[in-house]
């Protein structure tokens, strides 16, 4: 949202469908947390716990009939045929390919703005295939990729900050992990993996092994894994769950591997976390969530405290005509909070129809009271979308195949920063056209104060200079995607 402004400030100066393939949660993205509410992955994305894979059995022999040339080569055609089935089925379950095809075209409307030319256009489709081989019921090794193409990066175009070309196709590795067990009582997933901690719809602070932010606004989490060891205890006469992990993500050394601890437990309609992770050169980081139903509102809570961020903290003014720049602040001796509660409500009206209502809201202690330095943080590299504010808040209307409109789905959410009172909203349309196709429609329009989801700027005539740069806020982001699963 940001984006647009601060590249052009910068070169003035001298960027689901019903019943899915259960699979998709693996390759698309799992979650440790549980999960409560299965419409989580329509509306944000799968978040389901990864399954353990079911118990897959050795092919049985088929049992000799006495007749040497039928026990070779088959009763004939049918037989053979029904052989050749027979060892194709043994085949797909212990080796699988499949992926998913997203297509997306959108187009990025600013105030002010009624001349096509300034009309910016994006459209990556990207492109993921995956493997998963299942030798048998313990051992299972996953490898997936994706290949992203760009019609709306002309070639030769460079960062502005960095001078590289932007690439219009890429090739990167998704996932690649082994999994095996011990002695039925340990699970071990080792490799590049997907992770997700945390309850809540918009921010989740407790998320601490994802280098990347979620996009809460996001049709797709186009999040890749991290290399991580994962050990995973289960309790089952408790309910419950302990994981210790590996953090092998850019670890050059030995002294440079993360470590984090995470345990889970759930009795009648609540379910608590806890979680810890530790890293050298980082902060340490502590987290606790909390899940429940409370009479017909599920209720959820989730915080997360910091010591030791090595970030710096920014105060004072940004002015680039007179040269003023913020100031550091060294906070690395604090603790700091982040709090995020929800509350959403479930309410029928129908035989079969039901629709829900939700809330959401944050305190970001690393954030900022107001807009001021939003951007100096993004020219350091600094800036996190939604992270940026002291205070947000977020709520949501989902509404699931209503009535005769079974294959449809409807969700409008708003997002504000409370702190600058800038704020965008969103309505979403999805349907499902074919067993394996999605499409989805979508329009989000900015509005509010001048702040972080709604900012514009004019930098008046000096030096050189003798026109002034004005950049126009952001109006509304107009796009169309479809979905392929195979």
Request: hydrophobic share 40%; aromatic share 10%; glycine share 8%.
């Amino acid at each position: 949202m940001v984006l647009d402004f601060w590249i052009a400030l910068a070169m003035a100066q001298d960027d689901p469908a019903p019943a899915p393939d259960p699979r998709d949660d693996e390759i698309f993205g799992p979650a440790e947390e549980p999960a409560p509410d299965p419409r989580d992955d329509e509306i944000f994305g799968s978040s389901d716990p990864e399954p353990e894979p079911a118990p897959q059995s050795e092919p049985t022999p088929a049992a000799p009939t006495g007749d040497r040339d039928e026990d070779l080569l088959g009763g004939g055609f049918q037989s053979t045929e029904r052989a050749l089935a027979d060892k194709l089925t043994v085949l797909d379950d212990r080796f699988t390919i499949g992926g998913r095809m997203w297509v997306l075209a959108q187009a990025n409307l600013s105030e002010g703005v009624d001349d096509p030319s300034q009309v910016t256009m994006d459209g990556p489709t990207r492109f993921d295939l995956y493997a998963d081989a299942r030798p048998n019921d313990r051992v299972r090794a996953y490898a997936s990729g994706r290949l992203t193409h760009d019609w709306s990066i002309r070639r030769g175009d460079t960062d502005p900050f960095t001078g590289e070309e932007i690439p219009v196709d890429t090739v990167l590795l998704d996932q690649l992990w082994v999994k095996f067990d011990v002695a039925h009582r340990v699970y071990v997933t080792a490799g590049k993996q997907r992770i997700r901690w945390g309850t809540g719809r918009f921010w989740q602070p407790t998320d601490f092994l994802n280098q990347q932010r979620l996009d809460p606004l996001a049709i797709v989490d186009v999040r890749t894994g991290v290399d991580l060891v994962k050990v995973h205890v289960p309790i089952e006469s408790a309910n419950s769950n302990v994981y210790a992990i590996a953090n092998l993500a850019d670890a050059h050394a030995l002294d440079e591997i993360g470590g984090a601890l995470r345990a889970e437990t759930s009795f009648g309609q609540t379910e608590l976390t806890a979680s810890a992770a530790a890293r050298k050169d980082q902060p340490v980081k502590l987290g606790a969530t909390a899940s429940s139903g409370l009479g017909p509102f599920d209720v959820s809570l989730e915080a997360a405290v910091q010591h030791g961020v090595t970030d710096p903290r920014w105060e004072g003014t940004l002015d680039p005509v007179a040269l003023v720049f913020p100031t550091e602040v060294d906070i690395s001796d604090e603790w700091l909070v982040q709090v995020v509660g929800g509350l959403e409500l479930s309410i029928a009206y129908g035989s079969d129809d039901s629709f829900a209502i939700g809330a959401q809201g944050f305190y970001n202690q690393l954030g900022y009271d107001d807009a001021d330095l939003l951007g100096w943080l993004f020219l350091v590299n600094q800036y996190t979308p939604l992270y940026f504010g002291r205070a947000y808040a977020g709520g949501y209307v989902y509404v699931p195949s209503p009535g005769r409109l079974k294959d449809h789905t409807f969700l409008a959410s708003v997002l504000v920063n409370v702190s600058d009172e800038s704020l965008v909203g969103r309505f979403d349309w999805r349907a499902t056209l074919m067993r394996y196709l999605d499409a989805n429609a979508f329009v989000s329009v900015y509005g509010g104060g001048n702040g972080e989801l709604h900012y514009s700027v004019e930098i008046p005539a000096s030096g050189t200079a003798t026109e002034p740069i004005v950049v126009p806020a952001p109006l509304a982001t107009i796009g169309l995607s479809a979905i392929v699963r195979f």
